[in-house]
């Protein structure tokens, strides 16, 4: 069993570092892209407040939480580093309690302020020449050779994009753990092996209180749609977590899991590159799988006969056996073992730590409404549209132009929500010739396990449940003497 060491940490509360991640995307020119840039800004707004804007702290404990984001540089989605005041931030809480996701979206405006890339240029030059100049003394410069400059907060994210050192000091870090279960989902994927000559990955979910494995699942591939097969049920399972803390990888980036988690309000928390700081409780559970699972079995060419107890072999010749063997174990004996770091077994600390609340849960068709996707299709002029190999329906009224449409890529049947190209509701796309079902994605995601049936979390929680209960029931026999004596 894995132990928890003092290199095993998040950062500490007590020390404040931009919730988002640095990833620039590009500028916006047409309405789509302009929705598009506006619900990026949304979703870079949720990241900050998400923390703050818990509605079960009080006005007291609120406070330090954003005056502290308020002295906080974060890395702006457009490139570069913004900070905002504490009344900038308040007002965000406010309007995220009030409207939601739409309610941080920003308004529209004519266009972006410009400016001239020769000033910024010169600022790049001076810096350089003399590293120890501030923005402050560069500002000033500028302004005495060409009469006005740019503020000091821009020549901050200039140069911290053009990656100028501007003397930040390394962020500190020390050992962490939360106080309860679904505070923190760590999530990563694990190298498997070959299995027919194709490589297997592991999409796990730990639950960082009581090391519990919320979701699991061997998949061929290492994307989005696999993550999401995993994430899915896990969500509809155990309910939903406050934090999911990710590394940079393709699938943990992708654009889709941001709106999940903002969608249904889980902060999105991604380990910076090279500073693994946080991730140590995953590392040493995939230590465990592969020292005490994947060093238990053997890939075959031969398939398991029919009938055959899968808890009790160890050669595997599919992918669906590697998950079946995997679910026995973590059910039956990952779950059940004692941790050394935390005293109890997993399973044993997830169910204590339920006692005296309930997890935050979310319907099925707001969870179903978090993992659709979207893409820009121009519609033919008679006003149809093409859609993963399907054709649809949509308003004639939008024939030559671009709409939106945002669909489930596990049901490319279901109804699919239509957008002009102003991003305003245009309402449905009506199927008109079927020919796939899901996407492409899902379609080799539902034959790594050869069935739909198998993209689940790998834990059946409530068998696990019943068993421990049936359990504790017939453990202590009933004392017909003791109910005697307690009569008399």
Known sequence: MESTGGEDALPQPAVVVSPVPANPAPRANTPLMRKEHREKIAL????????????????????????????????????????FSRETLDRWIKAWWDHGFDGLKPDERACAPYIDSTV??????????????TAAQVKRIITEAMGQAPSETTLLRYFRAR?????????????????????IWVGDALHGPRIGGRKTFLFAFLDDHSRMVTAARWAYAEDAIRLSAVLRPALQTHGIPEVAYLDNGAAMSDKSLARTCAKLGIRLVHSAPYRPQGRGKIERFFNTVTSQFLGEITVTDTPMLPGTDPEAGSQISSLHE???????????????????????????????????????????AEIREAFL??????????????????????????AGTK????????????EITV????????GTARPLDIGRHVHSKVTNAVKDNDSATNISTGINYLDLVATRHRESLTAAPISFAEIQERAR
């Open 44 to 83: 870079f707004r949720y990241q900050i407040v998400r923390a703050a804007a818990d509605r079960s702290l009080s006005s007291r404990q609120r406070g330090p939480l954003v005056r502290a984001l308020a002295e906080v540089d974060h890395p702006w989605p457009f490139g570069g580093t913004r900070r």
């Open 120 to 133: 910024l240029s010169l600022a790049e030059t001076l810096k350089r020449e003399k590293p120890n100049r």
């Open 163 to 183: 990656n100028i050192s501007t003397g930040t000091r390394p962020v500190a870090t020390g050992r962490f753990e939360t106080e309860k279960s679904n505070e």
């Open 322 to 364: 590697l998950n079946t063997l995997f679910t026995a174990w973590v059910n039956m004996v990952y779950h059940h073992q004692q941790h050394t770091s935390i005293g109890q077994t997993p399973l044993a600390r997830w169910e204590a730590s339920w006692e005296h609340r309930t997890p935050v849960r979310k319907s099925l």
């Open 373 to 398: 996707w979207s893409d820009v299709r121009t519609v033919t002029k008679t006003g149809t549209v093409s859609l993963h190999s399907n054709t649809y329906e949509v308003d004639p009224l939008l």
């Open 403 to 414: 709409v939106e449409l945002i669909y489930d890529p596990f049901d490319l049947d279901g």
């Open 419 to 426: 957008n002009n190209h102003e991003g305003n509701p245009a």
